[in-house]
């Protein structure tokens, strides 16, 4: 059976991530045709060969100018634009769903309901490369995203994207926190739906090599004086490869 009621882009933004957007693009292939999907890889002028790989796989692939500021908002935005899907996933470059073909089902069937204009689902750790620390510093995450559904992480945003671009999409000043504050406008206009039986994957190499203290507490942050201050702290998000 093929479900082309509702089609989706998957939109990922990259720099650098050579080592690991092909394995991803090619694990999409098989639902391709199957939940009508789209590929686009929005890369932010990286030096090693991601664009080319991307190029054998992607159905789009969007090259940042060069010399052109970059943030990840700005790549989800630009990915955006030239998307044709009814439904934008926005997500990364180290990012799979658990059981992908019961993900994309549970996610058209939520898009039914026409209140519903967002959606997220928990976030692991591969299983491959999960250790306790990752249990239990994930199990506060994904508490925190299902408390407050506003607060949706950018492994996993699905949007309507009359919605995405009804609220002018993500904030391109943010470096950091531009998912949390895109789920936050939508809300207020509508429903964002919390899906906790279902699951993304994604790779811990930031929480290996910042602790999790320090990559949430960066996250609190930051958020606090965005709050506070009305702008960003950071000026750089720093890659992790």
């Known amino acids: 059976m093929f479900y082309m009621a ?7 933004p990259t720099k650098n991530e050579e080592k690991i957007i092909g394995k991803t693009l090619k694990k999409y292939l098989a639902l391709k045709k199957k939940f009508n999907l789209e590929f686009i890889i929005s890369d932010g002028n990286s030096t090693d060969k991601t664009a080319k790989i991307a190029k054998k796989y992607a159905d789009r692939v969007v090259l940042a ?19 044709r899907g009814k439904i934008l996933f926005h997500t990364d470059a180290d990012v799979f769903p658990k059981d992908p073909e019961v993900f994309f089902k549970e996610i058209q069937k939520s898009f039914e309901d026409e209140s519903v204009l967002a959606v997220t689902t928990k976030l692991k750790i591969h299983p491959e490369e999960e250790v306790f620390m990752d249990k239990i510093g994930h199990f506060f995450i994904n508490f925190f995203v299902k408390t407050f559904s506003s607060l949706g992480k950018g492994e996993c945003q699905i949007v309507r994207k009359k919605t995405f671009d009804e609220v002018e999409g993500y904030n391109e000043n943010l470096v950091m926190g531009e998912d949390s ?8 206009l ?3 739906q919390y899906l906790g039986h279902l699951s993304v ?9 910042q602790g999790y203290i320090g990559v949430l507490s960066l996250f609190v942050f930051e958020g606090a004086h965005m709050v506070i201050m009305k702008k960003p702290f950071l000026k750089e998000w720093k890659q992790i490869r």
């Open 181 to 188: 504050h895109l789920f936050h406008k939508i809300s207020k």
């Open 6 to 12: 509702v089609s989706i882009s998957i939109i990922i």
């Open 201 to 209: 994957y994604h790779s811990p190499r930031r929480f290996r090599k």
């Open 65 to 83: 100018k060069k010399g052109q500021k970059q943030t990840i908002a700005l790549g989800r935005n630009a990915g955006a634009k030239v998307a």
């Open 190 to 192: 509508g429903k964002v």
